[in-house]
């Protein structure tokens, strides 16, 4: 029933086996299956050593110690956590075999396998659910709970949604699902389950701490952090729905340049290329990209290329990656992607496909000057989501789709190194756990633009960062936008105000109504694809305009500041926009908090979040704090009412 071997404690019964083992700093790994032997697969916790346990074994029950966390498995297999000997989590059972308060009859056990025709396990494990607990983290969800308690989230990605199954407890606990595995993850008032559709064996792990900064760090030190910053890329990011032109991208610099605006980065959109997947420039409309990039450069601005994953039946590139097996597969259909052509969708779960593309794009980008990539379709995207038509090399999607993400980033960071560069920063549209390490910026996709869809971008923004991804960023204003809505001026303003305190300022969206002519006729390049309205800071309007120019200008003068608090998160694992409780976590109205933030440990950031507001009130905790548009000093530990015109955020800055 229990054994010791190689310093881990395993547990047999019944058919399954669980392994439990000392992991990173006063963490635990849990594993569970009912295989002959465990998969060599380590997902997030690839290249983490294990560390000496304390293991002792008794007739009824075995424990296992790392540090302050440590766990008791009973002779039947409930397993239950404990930081310093203080119960904090525990898997949920109601069966007549077992010693419970609870109702017996319910034959409910922690962890559920149900076999899947011709394979493995749905599987689901069942946590007790604690009165009065918080939870965060988990990635980016297109809803407005900064507390997770009482939601049901999927675990699989999409557009505007990303699954990195990372959970920080108020109790002191962080909870990492270790499982790409499509699923579900409830966190009930009555029960917390874990769900995934496929797969071969359960794979979880926990830390204990005093405060989430420990727990951070521990998570972090393990799964990996992100690379430094660069300061390059600190300010303004200028982009739109499409610069369909080398012309016109540069006549934008150009007019920032003019203006006196520094603009860090410029970014060329979708089908700049004759097809999907030939990843190069259509020479009709960008006959020098060398000559452009090197005129960019000489304005102190980066430029930045779309890259999809998508390949079209007519791609150049697409028979040899269908002979070297270097697309996903799909089990029904010949196709994954539909928008604007007929393709299939590289494999990044495959290294050879991941050098593949690389390749290509240090030909078509890197060999012009591009440094920056803009990983778009990084879900990646499909026209239906059937999660189980698709094939990976690195198994179905059911049990490894959510990975997709990390691999992708991985390409690129990777080729980026290889090939010399330091200053990596690439934009992608979906993370998994880990991918912070791989230099991705997560953007929040194609959101709509509402002050509904502003409040979840609130939301997601903070609990990505809990999850380890502190790189991240929105379509200032939303992608699907109707800029002549009488309301979007004071979106527009709200939503800037508050991008100038994200990890990442970036303009970007499909500003609309558009009826824009399309530059040709042909039915490939970038000449038939359509194109939004204009999208600079001086396209709304001359008072618009001065907010944002100020903004920036804030935003520019800040950069030390910020690229002291991007060090942190390299260093530490630490989020750039905070929750209020991560850096307060012994005040109790912090943990109440959930319309204000920190950005860095020094400035608290309100922003107004609902239309018509011009006033709110903020939570200032135990100090002394000034609010920087005025100067004016308040002790904190007190609630105090703040103006908040249309044209200024709250911010305070922490003395």
Known sequence: MFSEKDGRLYFRRQGETVCIAAQGRNGLRVRATRAPSFAEEDWALAGASYEGAEIEIGEDEASIANGRLSAKISRLGQIRFYRDGAPVLEEY??????????????????????PTVGGDYAFTLR????????LYGMGQYQQPYLDLKGCTLELAQRNTQVSVPFLLSSRG?????????IGRAVFGKNVTEWHAESLKQCDCWLTVGDTPKEIMEAYTELVGRAPEFPENALGLWQCKLRYRTQEEVLSVAREYHRRGIPLDVIVIDFFHWPRQGDWKFDPRYWSDPAAMVKELASYGTRCMVSVWPTVDKKSENFFEMREEGLLIRPERGTQCFDFLGDSYIYDATNPEARRYIWEKCKSGYVSSGIDMFWLDEAEPEYTVYDFDNYRYYAGTQLQAGNVYPRCHAQAFYEGQRAAGQKDICNLARCAWVGSQKYAAVVWSGDIYGNFASLRDQFAAGLNIGMA???????????????????????LLLRWFEFAAFCPVLRMHGDKGPSDIPALDDREYGGGFCHTGLPNELWSFGDDVYEVLKRYTMLRVSM?????ETMREAS????????TMFFEFPEDARCWQAEDQYMFGGKYLVAPVLYEGVRSRKVYLPAGKWRDIRDGREYEGGKEIETAAPLEEIPVFERL
């Open 468 to 490: 380890g991804i502190p790189w991240w960023t929105t379509d200032i204003g939303g992608f699907f936008v109707d800029v002549k809505n009488p309301g979007y001026r004071e």
């Open 559 to 563: 950069k030390p500041y910020i690229a």
């Open 571 to 578: 260093e530490k694992g630490y989020p750039v926009m905070r």
């Open 93 to 114: 059972y109601r069966c007549y075999e077992y010693d419970t308060p609870h109702t017996p009859a319910l034959r409910v056990v922690a962890r559920e396998y149900r």
């Open 127 to 134: 946590f007790e659910s604690a009165d009065g607990e918080k």
């Open 173 to 181: 606990y962080g909870f990492l699902w270790n499982n790409p595995a």
